[in-house]
């Protein structure tokens, strides 16, 4: 899931006029940015992606919410808009956008993303083409901790929950830049994250997996890899904060490169059946941690509300998403929006343990 808020799409007046403008001008972008031109086949065993002449979406409306509701994702991703038109039984849209419409013209939009035919810093690379190319309202302002309090209760999100909450990262943002003054390889602002999250009694002893941006290498195209670290290994030990962020920095590079043992794995994986390949991931993702991990952790840095995809097996103890963590709140402040999906019982309190874990890092 992925938002833009504030969109300029350059009409107003009766709704109906409003809708009519913004799904054309939207089709329109959509023809010319092939990033959108995928659908999804599915069949018994799996679901591909495959390319399409044009783009393979749905597209709904909603009335335009006020305040700190207007950063809650829709609950009805219904489109009454589709295209192409005769998707099909056996193929499905790219993704599901719904717009929120102000009678000036603004308007947010929401996708959610068939993760099959597509990952999300792609898509949030054409979220921004799509900004550039028709303008936002720069005054957009974030919610503060205490606007957004009543919005932080988990609710349902497919076969899990969901919850959403605001965080002013700025103390783990100034304690990385203290300690990468003095580290012999810089921390991540994920590393750095994932350092504080361990610090936690809830997730000390954990294996943290965090995603990364693949880049097309020998043919194969775009993707994304997981690093998987065990803080606790390192918190004990002399210099462990350094060990740690070179083991990390280390694990990442040869993500992007497709040379760590997950990713020869995950590329072997692809040359089995589909019933093989499930049954191997199922079997890693639920026991041996050392694959995926035990919790999550994805980070788009350029994102606003962003939720990552969680199955319907493994991460037990939850996956977590960020998005920019510079978002200007009314208050004059900046802030990040986390989204955690899991079972409602493990996260309900993850909000409160990330901001203690954020604001006491060490």
Same mark, same amino acid.
């Given at each position: 899931?992925?938002? $833009?808020?504030? =969109? #300029?799409?350059?009409? $107003?007046?009766? *709704?109906?006029?409003?809708?009519?403008?913004?799904?054309?001008?939207?089709?329109?972008?959509?023809?010319?940015?092939?990033?959108?031109?995928?659908?999804?086949?599915?069949?018994?065993?799996?679901?591909?992606?495959?390319?399409?002449?044009?783009?393979?979406?749905?597209?709904?409306?909603?009335?335009?919410?006020?305040?700190?509701? +207007?950063?809650?994702?829709?609950?009805?991703?219904?489109?009454?808009?589709?295209?192409?038109?005769?998707?099909?039984?056996?193929?499905?849209?790219?993704?599901?956008?719904?717009?929120?419409?102000?009678? $000036?013209? *603004?308007?947010?939009?929401?996708?959610?993303?068939?993760?099959?035919?597509?990952?999300?810093?792609?898509?949030?690379?054409?979220?921004?083409?799509?900004?550039?190319?028709?303008?936002?309202?720069?005054?957009?302002?974030?919610?503060?901790?205490?606007?957004?309090?009543?919005?932080?209760?988990?609710?349902?999100?497919?076969?899990?929950?969901?919850?959403?909450?605001?965080?002013?990262?700025?103390?783990?943002?100034?304690?990385?830049?203290?300690?990468?003054?003095?580290?012999?390889?810089?921390?991540?602002?994920?590393?750095?994250?994932?350092?504080? &999250?361990?610090?936690?009694?809830?997730?000390?002893?954990?294996?943290?997996?965090?995603?990364?941006?693949?880049?097309?290498? #020998?043919?194969?195209? *775009?993707?994304?890899?997981?690093?998987?670290?065990?803080?606790?290994?390192?918190?004990?030990?002399?210099?462990? &904060?350094?060990?740690?962020?070179?083991?990390?920095?280390?694990?990442?590079?040869?993500?992007?490169? *497709?040379?760590?043992?997950?990713?020869?794995?995950?590329?072997?994986?692809? &040359? =089995?059946?589909? +019933?093989?390949?499930?049954? =191997?991931?199922?079997?890693?993702?639920?026991?041996?941690?050392?694959?995926?991990?035990?919790?999550?952790?994805?980070?788009?840095?350029?994102?606003?509300?962003?939720?990552?995809?969680?199955?319907?097996?493994?991460?037990?103890?939850?996956?977590?998403?960020?998005?920019?963590?510079?978002?200007?709140?009314?208050?004059?402040?900046?802030?990040?929006?986390?989204?955690?999906?899991?079972?409602?019982?493990?996260?309900?309190?993850?909000?409160?343990?990330?901001?203690?874990?954020?604001?006491?890092?060490?």
């Amino acid at each position: 899931m992925l938002s $833009s808020f504030g =969109l #300029d799409s350059g009409a $107003s007046g009766p *709704r109906h006029d409003v809708e009519r403008h913004f799904a054309e001008r939207l089709h329109q972008f959509l023809l010319g940015d092939s990033a959108s031109h995928i659908q999804i086949r599915k069949a018994a065993e799996e679901d591909r992606a495959e390319r399409c002449a044009g783009p393979a979406y749905t597209l709904g409306f909603e009335p335009w919410a006020d305040g700190p509701a +207007r950063f809650c994702p829709p609950r009805d991703w219904t489109g009454t808009i589709a295209h192409p038109a005769d998707l099909g039984a056996d193929r499905a849209a790219l993704f599901n956008a719904v717009a929120r419409l102000f009678a $000036s013209g *603004r308007a947010d939009l929401w996708l959610r993303i068939n993760h099959v035919g597509a990952d999300g810093v792609p898509m949030q690379e054409l979220l921004a083409r799509l900004e550039a190319a028709w303008g936002v309202d720069a005054d957009v302002r974030y919610p503060a901790r205490a606007e957004f309090a009543a919005f932080e209760a988990p609710r349902p999100c497919a076969d899990v929950s969901e919850v959403q909450a605001f965080i002013d990262f700025a103390p783990l943002i100034e304690w990385r830049k203290r300690r990468n003054a003095s580290l012999p390889e810089p921390l991540t602002f994920s590393a750095a994250l994932i350092w504080a &999250l361990a610090r936690r009694p809830e997730f000390e002893g954990l294996r943290i997996g965090t995603t990364v941006e693949v880049e097309a290498v #020998d043919g194969l195209g *775009r993707g994304v890899g997981v690093v998987v670290t065990r803080p606790a290994e390192y918190a004990r030990r002399a210099e462990g &904060l350094a060990a740690y962020a070179r083991d990390f920095n280390r694990g990442v590079e040869l993500a992007r490169r *497709r040379a760590s043992s997950s990713c020869a794995t995950l590329d072997a994986a692809a &040359l =089995l059946s589909p +019933r093989s390949a499930r049954g =191997l991931l199922r079997y890693a993702l639920d026991h041996d941690p050392r694959a995926f991990g035990d919790m999550a952790v994805s980070i788009i840095k350029d994102a606003k509300v962003f939720g990552a995809p969680i199955a319907e097996t493994g991460h037990n103890r939850g996956f977590i998403a960020v998005g920019s963590a510079g978002l200007p709140t009314r208050d004059g402040g900046k802030v990040g929006c986390i989204t955690v999906k899991g079972r409602a019982e493990v996260i309900r309190e993850y909000p409160a343990i990330i901001r203690e874990a954020v604001g006491a890092v060490e």
